[in-house]
């Protein structure tokens, strides 16, 4: 990678993020960071779930399991460095730095759009109880997640080598809190057409061949669904369908509008808040969304949290930690 610049003190490309008073930068520090640490919290908590309740050893928890696991790396692949150019007085990213998120917050995105579809797909088998130990096996389930992993990982590789050794020119300065290829792509020397034709396509093929997927199994959940004899069986089931629904209309939603949208190029500041939609808040309410409308979830989570305070419990009670002072308050069970 070639830089040509007049300027020999900067040694990456400079972030703008979000350019306001020091004032309103430290309370957008803290509500990221406190939008961080639910997340984590609230994706971590059904990993933990799934993991210790026998009753959600099931393809479907498993891969919800797997798509928490996921939306924590896919937040983590933002925020943190977010968070740090928000204090900075710089806001440089080194260009490993730059193309590192560049490659992991594409790679992680394009892995939950598969995610949701073979998560769309598990949806239909469940509508087949009698055919469902046969179509979702215990080999397919894992080998459906390393394929999410290893597509999602493979499908932006080789356009982001390729504008990575591409030469940059002027001031280097990106109007946004991460490296984008749109903005990359104004500050190279030379326009490249078939590079931007190219990751337009990809981004298009990533979005709508999944998304396709989706709708034609939900048709088929949908027509399997109206042949349940009793309403309370299609309201169980369309409750169950509806929270996966829900998560696949936030993200794809904001997602087409941000790369789809002929106009959505024309407006930093509509960038910015679109990609926080889709990268920081939907990662947030996923969990809220999968455990309210699931009462196996929200009775595994009940237990896990008395868990918790069980062991807090036990904690305070034990003789090596008896006489020391707990940060955070214990209920006690009578």
């Known amino acids: 990678m070639k830089i040509f610049d007049n300027s020999s003190t900067i040694t990456g490309f400079i972030l703008l993020g979000f350019p306001c008073p020091r004032e309103e930068q430290?309370?957008?520090?803290?509500?990221?960071?406190?939008?961080y640490l639910l997340t984590l919290m609230g994706n971590g908590s059904i990993i933990c779930a799934v993991r210790w309740d026998q009753r959600l050893?099931?393809?479907?928890?498993?891969?919800?399991?797997?798509?928490?696991?996921?939306?924590?790396?896919?937040?983590?692949?933002?925020?943190?460095?977010?968070?740090?150019?928000?204090?900075?007085?710089?806001?440089?990213?080194?260009?490993?730095?730059?193309?590192?998120?560049?490659?992991?917050?594409?790679?992680l995105g394009s892995t939950e759009c598969f995610f949701l579809a073979i998560m769309a797909f598990d949806y239909l088998a469940i509508c087949r109880?009698?055919?469902?130990?046969?179509?979702?096996?215990?080999?397919?389930?894992p080998n459906l997640v390393v394929g999410c992993w290893g597509l999602g990982f493979l499908w932006f590789l080789i356009p982001i080598i390729i504008i990575s050794q591409m030469s940059f020119c002027g001031s280097r300065i990106i109007d946004h809190f991460l490296c984008d290829?749109?903005?990359?792509?104004?500050?190279?020397?030379?326009?490249?057409?078939?590079?931007?034709?190219?990751?337009?396509?990809?981004?298009?093929?990533?979005?709508?061949?999944?998304?396709?997927?989706?709708?034609?199994?939900?048709?088929?959940?949908?027509?399997?669904?109206?042949r349940v004899p009793t309403t309370t069986g299609q309201r169980k089931a369309f409750s169950t369908?509806?929270?996966?629904?829900?998560?696949?209309?936030?993200?794809?939603?904001?997602?087409?509008?941000?790369?789809?949208?002929?106009?959505?190029?024309?407006?930093?500041?509509?960038?910015?808040?679109?990609?926080?939609?889709?990268?920081?808040?939907?990662?947030?309410?996923?969990?809220?969304?999968?455990?309210?409308?699931?009462?196996?979830?929200?009775?595994?989570?009940?237990?896990?949290?008395?868990?918790w305070t069980v062991w807090l419990s036990c904690l305070e009670h034990h003789p090596v930690t008896k006489g020391l002072q707990l940060p955070f308050p214990v209920r006690r069970h009578t």
């Open 26 to 35: 430290v309370l957008l520090f803290v509500l990221f960071s406190a939008v």
């Open 57 to 107: 050893r099931t393809p479907m928890y498993i891969l919800l399991a797997n798509f928490s696991f996921l939306e924590i790396c896919y937040v983590t692949s933002t925020v943190p460095n977010m968070l740090a150019n928000i204090l900075s007085d710089t806001k440089v990213i080194s260009f490993s730095g730059c193309f590192l998120q560049f490659y992991f917050f594409f790679s």
């Open 129 to 141: 109880p009698l055919h469902y130990p046969t179509i979702m096996t215990g080999r397919l389930c």
């Open 181 to 226: 290829p749109g903005p990359l792509l104004t500050l190279t020397c030379t326009r490249m057409p078939v590079i931007e034709l190219t990751s337009s396509t990809l981004s298009s093929l990533l979005l709508f061949i999944p998304f396709l997927c989706i709708m034609v199994f939900y048709a088929l959940v949908i027509q399997a669904v109206l």
């Open 241 to 307: 369908c509806g929270s996966h629904l829900a998560v696949v209309s936030l993200f794809h939603g904001s997602v087409m509008v941000m790369y789809v949208s002929p106009t959505s190029e024309h407006k930093a500041g509509m960038h910015k808040i679109i990609t926080l939609f889709y990268s920081v808040v939907t990662p947030l309410i996923n969990p809220v969304i999968y455990s309210l409308r699931n009462k196996d979830m929200k009775d595994a989570i009940k237990k896990l949290v008395g868990l």
